[in-house]
């Protein structure tokens, strides 16, 4: 059982190259998160699908976009890359919260912008 | 805005102690999450206490969550070296299914 799986896993890019990331779950999950973790900031959420064909914003989503391709697969594109942007990014996914449920992370993709 | 703050940012116990780490946060909430990552690796649950909940027990964790103080602790009892990780808490708020995420804590569990 994979859970959540991102690719790529690493990645380096130059200031202004795009890039987007790919997350799918194959738990049959209706919400999908991205997050970045930075250093002493704990996890900062970028943008969030409640359900298939919807996205909203989060915390920090300046100089993101997101797709939500279908029911699995929700990605994440850097249009025009900043070394602001240098960071961990993960992917969760999770059942609607109304009842309170827990979310299921990626182990991640390692963004570094020169 | 982080609505979760750890306490401490750190911690290192021997093998075999207990560990305490707790949470305070802000706004009302209507439960409460916390997580563990191990180095390099995604997040992984652990643990939800709902907002009319007191306690919660799973193996070796106990959660308690004080909904007036605005604060929960996560107590690990007879620790491991692989219990070695950072761990989040995390507040969920709202009709919606977001949830905002602590800075974590560092523990470390010496042999």
């Known amino acids: 059982n994979a859970g959540v799986t991102q690719t790529p896993k690493f990645q380096v890019l130059k200031t202004g190259q795009s890039m987007t990331l790919q997350c799918a779950q194959d738990m049959n999950h209706n919400s999908m998160y991205w997050y970045r973790q930075d250093p002493g900031m704990g996890l900062r959420l970028i943008y969030y699908?409640?359900?298939?064909?919807?996205?909203d914003k989060g915390e920090v989503p300046n100089g993101y976009n997101v797709s939500r391709l279908n029911k699995r697969e929700f990605s994440l594109r850097l249009e025009s890359a900043a070394p602001s942007q240098t960071s961990v990014y993960f992917c969760a996914s999770s059942e609607p919260q109304g009842a309170g449920q827990p979310q299921h992370f990626g182990d991640g993709t390692r963004l570094s912008i020169l | 805005s982080q609505q979760g703050e750890e306490d401490p940012q750190a911690l290192s116990i021997q093998e075999g102690e207990n560990a305490t780490m707790n949470c305070s946060y802000k706004?009302?909430?209507?439960?409460l999450q916390w997580y563990r990552q191990n180095s390099g690796r995604g997040l992984v649950h652990l643990i939800l206490i709902r907002s009319n909940e007191r306690e919660k027990h799973s193996g070796r964790l106990r959660v308690t969550l004080d909904t007036s103080k605005k604060s929960s602790s996560l107590l690990i009892t007879a620790s491991r070296a692989a219990d070695t990780a950072s761990y989040f808490c995390a507040t969920g708020t709202g009709a919606n299914s977001k949830l905002t995420f602590g800075k974590g804590i560092t523990l470390s569990v010496r042999p």
């Open positions: 706004t009302s909430i209507n439960n």
């Open positions: 699908s409640a359900s298939e064909g919807t996205t």
